[in-house]
């Protein structure tokens, strides 16, 4: 696998995604919405009946910010979804299938290029809501609740790889049919296994602390590499060229 191959479909495929403004407007907003909205929730619910109690503001906290563990999930759902079978449809796929370029080079950038707009979404989205909740519960909890050990987990190791796996299933998807909105379905269904964690958390059946979270990015992380090895398996880029006309 040659990383240097594997950056330059990257770039390219990160240019086509800047030129395509409904979808980057659509990377960011999610995360920027919901970094505004929470705080902005529960300070109007501050100033109704005494609001949240302090004493269970932080399992509030805690749970809204496992959303941006559900985030990562669904935002890059597009970029990769289109990323094979949209190009096939432009007319735009079989010049680089017709390279040299090993299957696993072409996965891994397609896969970079909807990382990394989706990952700094992610991040500048938990940016604006830790500081606007900081704000809006200090006075009440007397200290700032944010940043902590449970965050630090779910930007720095579960947000990546809940975001490759949405990618890896994804970009699977478009491999295997022909149609942009089909691709985009099956991709999306990756968020909902962590809407189920976010349910058992919220009603107490697991419990989404440190602890937790490190819990599921460990079984994440050998899910994300078999998944990458099941995608470069089933990549068949004769299939492609000849079956999709």
């Known amino acids: 696998m040659s990383l ?32 505004v909205l929470l705080p902005v929730v529960v300070e109007f619910a501050g100033r109704r009946s005494g609001g949240i109690p302090a004493a ?7 749970a809204f910010a496992f959303l941006f563990v559900i985030i990562p ?3 890059p759902t597009p970029i990769a979804s289109y990323s094979i079978v949209g190009e096939k449809v432009e007319k735009s796929l079989e010049p680089l299938l017709a390279t040299p370029v090993a299957d696993g080079d072409i996965l891994l ?19 604006v809501f830790m500081t606007l909740m900081d704000l809006v519960t200090a006075d009440k909890l007397g200290y700032l609740y944010f940043p902590n050990w449970s965050m630090g987990v ?3 190791i579960l947000a990546p790889l809940v ?16 149609d942009v909105r089909a691709a985009s379905q099956l991709g999306g269904l990756a968020f909902i296994p962590f809407i189920a964690i976010y349910v058992a958390g919220e ?35 004769d299939q492609i060229l000849t079956r999709w006309k």
Do not use: C
């Open 4 to 35: 240097r191959h594997a950056w330059i479909i990257a770039k390219k495929d990160l240019k086509s995604i800047l030129r395509r403004k409904v979808v980057l407007y659509t990377t960011v907003a999610l995360p920027l919405i919901i970094g």
């Open 56 to 62: 269970a503001l932080p399992q509030y906290l805690g």
């Open 73 to 75: 999930a669904i935002v």
């Open 109 to 127: 950038g397609k896969s970079i290029a909807a990382f990394l707009p989706a990952m700094l979404a992610t991040f500048a989205g938990a940016g």
């Open 154 to 156: 779910i930007l720095l």
């Open 163 to 178: 975001a490759l796996l949405s990618i890896e299933v994804s970009v699977l998807s478009s491999s295997r049919v022909n």
């Open 203 to 237: 009603i107490g059946v697991i419990t989404l602390d440190t602890n937790g979270l490190l819990t599921i990015a460990a079984v994440m992380a050998p899910l994300d590499l078999v998944l990458f090895f099941v995608s470069k398996a089933t990549f068949q880029r």
